[in-house]
């Protein structure tokens, strides 16, 4: 699938591409499972974000397979594995992608690829934001987006811990799924007065931004921390230091080496294979459904992760 140009989700097209290679220190993976997050719809869009590059290019950040063939210098044994990976940014909407061998995760025995795509990203940023806001047992947790990907997790992460989870969603069918999820209470942000129904809170994990996470924000109890980590609305919460400050609460910025993010995506694929989290994934669509795929998550009609089969 080729990013054509920025644009609406039209532009994303099928084509057929000569077959990638393995390089030196590279893997060629057999990819079944696409992973599609929020801002890989901003890119497509042609927003500013983490993303880089200038179309025509394949999109895609996630994938899971099975390693076909290995380039010069790469463990031949890893012919055969069930491997999850980052491409990079780009490369991941298709049958097959080249990608760096040290950056493969091996699926662990007993869980499912298409559940180890699901947790790849979602999994990892979900357990890197929890480890870095050091949440406490008995402490009062909000999760925006709480049906979403990284929100759905959060929610079980949290309950895990000991956490009282506070999940915020928008509309009905998705406080479902936070109920099922084990949401200890569930408001809808679409209605009037949502953060008053919240109640006070110890922590803030603002994936949406905007005035959501600004009303967010103002349930924090005095020594309370809040990340804000997505801006679903279209635009960060813009919490000022000083208005925490004022407020007595801290706005954290988790450090995200290497390091921590391997150990973060590690963890969370031994908790998945054990049965401790389990990712929501709402929605599939074939390969060559991926415009269709951006404009249901752009339109709000997702719950949990969406992904492509190929």
């Known amino acids: ?32 499972f696409a992973n599609i997050t929020f801002v890989e ?7 500013p974000g983490p993303f880089k590059g200038e179309p025509p290019l394949i999109p895609g950040n996630g994938v899971g397979g099975v390693v ?43 869980l499912a690829l298409d559940t180890a795509v699901a947790v790849l990203a979602d999994g990892r ?24 990907g990284v929100g759905s997790l959060l929610v079980q992460i949290a309950r895990n811990a000991g956490a009282v989870v506070v ?44 005035e959501i996470g600004r009303a967010a924000f103002g349930t924090l109890r005095p020594a309370g921390r809040m990340v804000s980590y997505g801006l679903a609305s279209g ?4 919490i000022s230091e000083e208005r925490a400050a004022e407020r007595g609460v801290e706005l954290v910025q988790p450090a995200a080496t290497p390091e921590l993010m391997r150990e973060a995506t590690e963890r969370v694929l031994a908790d998945a294979a054990r049965g401790r989290v389990r990712p929501l994934v ?28 190929v």
């Open 167 to 210: 999940a915020a969603v928008g509309g009905e069918r998705k406080a479902g799924v936070a109920r099922e999820l084990g949401a200890d209470v569930v408001v809808d942000y679409r209605r009037p007065g949502w953060a008053d129904e919240a109640g006070d809170v110890d922590v803030v994990f603002d994936g949406v931004g905007g």
């Open 235 to 238: 635009e960060w919460a813009g």
């Open 1 to 32: 699938m080729w990013l054509t140009k920025f644009g609406g989700p039209e532009v994303l097209v099928a084509r057929e591409t000569p077959e990638p290679e393995a390089g030196p220190g590279q893997v060629l993976v057999d990819v079944a």
């Open 282 to 309: 709402g929605q599939r669509f074939p390969l060559e459904r991926a415009a269709d795929a951006h404009a249901a998550i752009e339109s709000r009609a997702t719950v949990g992760k969406t992904l492509l089969e």
């Open 68 to 110: 076909a063939a290995v380039g010069e210098g790469v463990d031949p044994g890893l012919v055969g594995r069930r491997v999850v990976t980052g491409t990079g940014g780009s490369g991941g909407y298709a049958e097959r992608v080249a990608v760096d061998a040290a950056g493969l995760f091996e699926v662990p025995e007993g």
């Open 41 to 47: 719809t901003q890119f497509r869009s042609g927003k």
């Open 125 to 148: 940023t979900a357990t890197w934001l929890f480890d870095g806001l050091g949440v406490k047992e008995g402490e009062r947790v909000l999760v925006e987006a709480a049906a979403g």
